[in-house]
T-cell receptor
Framework: DAKTTQPTSMDCAEGRAANLPCNHSTISGNEYVYWYRQIHSQGPQYIIHGLKNNETNEMASLIITEDRKSSTLILPHATLRDTAVYYC??????????FGPGTRLSVLP | DAGVIQSPRHEVTEMGQEVTLRCKPI?????LFWYRQTMMRGLELLIY????????DSGMPEDRFSAKMPNASFSTLKIQPSEPRDSAVYFC?????????????FGPGTRLTVL
């Protein structure tokens, strides 16, 4: 079973920030938080990952709470091409990925 | 970088036939993963290899499924005999070490339809 809980779906207006939450209350000290997304009919695409510090790359920012029990993926300026299913995964070795149902993000014009 | 390459992209076969799916990982990556995705069960890890050795095959559904990795640049997932319930999209992914923080990079998938 997935160790994370995410909302089933979310909407976001084009050009606005999309904030996708994830709960991982049972995360252990050596587990990382990974975010992937899957655009229809394509393979999952890596977005970002982190341990306890906030992370930012060219795609997104990852905010992890101090107790590490939850995190938020931020897409700063969502575009229509960001419409996808977003998966939050916790893993200690990067290989035991358990994908839950994810959050279906719809970016609306 | 060409990314993870999978072939064929689409496969339609009849029940009872043997099906072989192929994967070429990213050069330099030494871990390889096979996943299956269906509407009912989502994305499931079937098996993964590290340095060509199978590490965890607990996700392989049954004996009809087998996977091999004869060298660092090639892996196969075979289903024999195939059944309609095997219809799914099969993804291959690779990572640099499979341990630590290395991320997995996915191929485009093979859409299998068993009639």
């Amino acid at each position: 079973d997935a160790k994370t809980t995410q909302p089933t779906s979310m909407d976001c207006a084009e050009g606005r920030a999309a904030n996708l939450p994830c709960n991982h209350s049972t995360i252990s000290g050596n587990e990382y938080v990974y975010w992937y997304r899957q655009i229809h009919s394509q393979g999952p695409q890596y977005i970002i990952h982190g341990l306890k510090n906030n992370e930012t790359n060219e795609m997104a920012s990852l905010i992890i709470t101090e107790d590490r029990k939850s995190s938020t993926l931020i897409l700063p300026h969502a575009t229509l091409r960001d419409t996808a299913v977003y998966y939050c995964i916790v893993s200690n070795y990067g290989q035991n990925f358990v994908f839950g149902p994810g959050t279906r993000l719809s970016v609306l014009p | 970088d060409a990314g993870v390459i999978q072939s064929p992209r689409h496969e339609v076969t009849e029940m009872g036939q043997e099906v072989t799916l192929r994967c070429k990982p990213i050069s330099g990556h030494n871990s390889l993963f096979w996943y299956r995705q269906t509407m009912m069960r989502g994305l499931e890890l079937l098996i993964y290899f590290n340095n060509n050795v199978p590490i965890d095959d607990s996700g392989m559904p049954e004996d009809r499924f087998s996977a091999k990795m004869p060298n660092a640049s090639f892996s196969t997932l075979k289903i024999q005999p195939s059944e309609p319930r095997d219809s799914a999209v099969y993804f291959c992914a690779s990572s640099r070490t499979g341990i630590g923080t290395d991320t997995q990079y996915f191929g485009p998938g093979t859409r299998l339809t068993v009639l």
